[in-house]
C-alpha cells in the first residue's frame, strides 16, 4: 500500500513538474542524461564533445538508496536522451525512467546484456547483479550499446561517434592487460577480496578473486551481529591481512570488522579505499572509469602481495 501511494504521489509531481517548465527544443538540443558517473563518463568518450553530457549522481554517492531531487527532474525534462543502469541498480528512481520513456528516449544499458552472461543476486532468484562495470568485457558491451543508441539518436556525427568508440575500446582492452599483469602480483591463495558490501563480484569472476562482502548487492541491505560475527570468523580461519572501505559505503562496519579480529588476535588492516558504486571526483584521474579502474586494481594489489 504504501508503495502504491508513493508511485501515485510521484506520478502527481511529474505531472505537476512538466506542467510546470518551459523547456524548448533547444533547450533540450544535445542534452544526454546520465544516471551514474561510469555511465556518463562512456557517452563523453564516445560523443567527443558534440553533446552536453551530464551525471545525476556525483562522487560518493550511493545509486542503491538515491532519490531524485527536483533538480534531478529538471535536468531529465531537458534530456533529449536519458541512460541509467538498469537491472535495479537505481531502485529509487525506476518509476521516474518508466514515465520518462513515454515522451523521450531512455536506455537501460544493463539491461541490453545477454543475460546468460550477468550474475544472479543472491538477494533475489529473479534479479542480477547489477554492478556490470566491474567485468570490462561486459562493460565493452555497455559502451557498444551506447554507441549503437547515440548513432541512432544522432546520426549527423555517426563517423566520429564510431571512431570515437572504437579508440574507447582499444583503451578498455589495454585496461585489462593492466589488471591481469597486476593481479599476478598476487598468489593466487591471497587473491581474497573483503569489502564493505557485494559489489565486486564481476571484480571476482573476471580477476580471479574470492570476493566477500558484508553487505548483500544493495547497501539497503542491513548486516547484524551475526553476520559481523561470521565475518570475522573467515577472516581470522583464512589469516587475511587487509579489507577494504568504499568511498559510497559507510566505514563503520567494516572498523567493527577489525575491532573484531583484534579481540582474538588477528590483526587486520584496512587496505585502502576503494570505488564501488561511484567514481572519483570530477577532474582527476578517478573521475574516470579507466582511472578509478586503475585505482582499484593498484590499491588490491598493494594491499593483498
Given at each position: 500500500m504504501k508503495r502504491f501511494l508513493g508511485v501515485v504521489v510521484f506520478s502527481l509531481s511529474l505531472l505537476l513538474f512538466g506542467c510546470s517548465t518551459d523547456t524548448t527544443k533547444e533547450d533540450r538540443e544535445g542534452v544526454v542524461v546520465a544516471t551514474t558517473g561510469q555511465i556518463a563518463d562512456a557517452i563523453k568518450a564516445i560523443s567527443g564533445g558534440h553533446l552536453q553530457v551530464s551525471?545525476?549522481?556525483?562522487?560518493?554517492?550511493?545509486?542503491?538508496?538515491?532519490?531524485?531531487?527536483?533538480?534531478?527532474?529538471?535536468?531529465?525534462?531537458?534530456?533529449?536522451?536519458?541512460?541509467?543502469?538498469?537491472?535495479?541498480?537505481?531502485?529509487?528512481?525506476l518509476d521516474i525512467f518508466e514515465q520518462m520513456s513515454k515522451s523521450k528516449s531512455v536506455l537501460a544499458v544493463g539491461e541490453t546484456l545477454n543475460k546468460s552472461d550477468l550474475l544472479a543476486s543472491d538477494d533475489d532468484a529473479m534479479l542480477h547483479d547489477p554492478h556490470i562495470w566491474f567485468d570490462i568485457e561486459l562493460w565493452k558491451g555497455v559502451v557498444q550499446a551506447i554507441g549503437t543508441k547515440l548513432q541512432e539518436e544522432y546520426p549527423e556525427f555517426k563517423d566520429d561517434f564510431v571512431a570515437n568508440e572504437k579508440e574507447y575500446l582499444k583503451q578498455l582492452d589495454e585496461l585489462q592487460v593492466y589488471a591481469k599483469n597486476r593481479v599476478n602480483e598476487i598468489p593466487e591463495k591471497q587473491r581474497i577480496l573483503v569489502t564493505a558490501h557485494d559489489a565486486f563480484n564481476y571484480f571476482g569472476r573476471s580477476q580471479g578473486f574470492d570476493v566477500l562482502g558484508l553487505q548483500g548487492l544493495s547497501t539497503d541491505s542491513e548486516y547484524g551481529v551475526k553476520d559481523v560475527q561470521e565475518m570475522v570468523n573467515f577472516l581470522v580461519a583464512n589469516k587475511i591481512k587487509a579489507i577494504f572501505i568504499e568511498s559510497s559505503v559507510s566505514d563503520k562496519?567494516?572498523?567493527?570488522?577489525?575491532?573484531?579480529?583484534?579481540?582474538?588476535?588477528?590483526?587486520?588492516?584496512?587496505?585502502?579505499?576503494?570505488?564501488?558504486?561511484?567514481?572519483?571526483?570530477?577532474?582527476?584521474?578517478?573521475?574516470?572509469?579507466?582511472?578509478?579502474?586503475?585505482?582499484?586494481?593498484?590499491?588490491?594489489?598493494?594491499?593483498?602481495?
Open positions: 551525471a545525476l549522481m556525483g562522487p560518493g554517492v550511493d545509486p542503491h538508496l538515491y532519490k531524485a531531487t527536483q533538480s534531478d527532474l529538471s535536468k531529465l525534462d531537458k534530456a533529449e536522451v536519458i541512460f541509467y543502469n538498469g537491472l535495479h541498480l537505481e531502485g529509487q528512481m562496519a567494516m572498523k567493527a570488522v577489525i575491532e573484531g579480529a583484534k579481540e582474538k588476535g588477528h590483526d587486520i588492516v584496512i587496505g585502502g579505499e576503494l570505488f564501488s558504486d561511484a567514481m572519483g571526483a570530477e577532474g582527476t584521474k578517478e573521475g574516470t572509469y579507466i582511472g578509478m579502474y586503475q585505482h582499484n586494481i593498484d590499491t588490491i594489489v598493494d594491499a593483498l602481495k
